[in-house]
């Protein structure tokens, strides 16, 4: 009697066990940009005035945005964008597979961290 318990006792531990495991894991999964999809769809339901009108919003609220960067970020955001033609460029020319360029930029990045301020 004493061992079909033990064996009971380790069956649920070893269920509970993968159970919240299988949660954890679930939980770190990336997950998409809630409400793509519902953001398209209005999108494809605005009228031209909306639209244009979405669109002056969001040029404000890049700029405004713009304006809180810090020197040291302004900089970097150039040099980001010089490589990234630099790698188009590459690519539009045949010299570069998508897969090449996509690491040379990976690798850009890492040699040159973003700065905070």
Request: net charge positive; proline share 3%; charged share 30%.
């Amino acid at each position: 009697m004493r061992i079909s318990s033990i064996r009971t006792v380790v069956a649920l531990t070893t269920l509970v066990g993968a159970a919240l495991f299988s949660v954890g894991t679930l939980q770190a999964q990336p997950t998409t940009r809630a409400g793509a999809a519902e953001r398209r769809e209005k999108l494809k339901n605005m009228t031209p005035e909306e639209r244009k009108a979405a669109l002056e919003k969001a040029k404000a609220n890049r700029k405004e945005h713009a304006g809180k960067l810090s020197d040291a970020q302004k900089a970097w955001a150039k040099s980001e964008a010089a490589e990234v033609k630099s790698i188009r460029d590459g690519v539009k020319a045949g010299t570069l597979t998508k897969e090449t360029a996509a690491a040379q930029l990976k690798a850009w990045r890492a040699a040159n961290p973003r700065p905070t301020s």
